[in-house]
């Protein structure tokens, strides 16, 4: 299994990005999948799910109304659209996935991506 992130990079506040997670194999083999970040000297947080087996979404509070999860099953390909960035946004983002489907969003996940560096400057 690999996720391979992409896209991230440095913007001003305001602007918007879209994150990439290309994953191998089917879609539905995924529960779940998620991003987290890190910023420097922090742990990792959640940031948003998306479960395959209801289509459902979730977010933190910190980016709800700004980052939208959504999956292309026929690209294999997982994103994270995050528009409104400011300074607080700034991490590391990686993309996670599990096989089972589960309620905490949390924990565990089976699989993660490399991580790709989001900067926002204000």
């Known amino acids: 299994v690999q996720l391979v992130e992409s896209g991230g990079g440095l913007v001003q506040a305001g602007d918007s990005l879209r994150l990439s997670c290309a994953f191998s194999?089917?879609?539905?083999?995924?529960?779940?999948m998620a991003w987290f970040r890190q910023a420097p000297g922090q742990e990792r947080e959640f940031v948003s799910a998306s479960k395959y087996i209801n289509s459902r979404t979730y977010y933190a509070d910190s980016v709800k109304g700004r980052f939208t999860i959504y999956r292309d099953n026929a690209k294999n390909t997982l994103y994270l659209q995050m528009n409104s960035l400011n300074a607080e946004d700034t991490a590391v983002y990686y993309c996670a996935a599990r096989n089972a489907s589960g309620s905490n969003l949390l924990g565990p996940y089976d699989y993660w991506g490399q991580g790709t560096q989001v900067t926002v400057s204000s």
């Open positions: 194999g089917r879609s539905i083999t995924y529960g779940v």
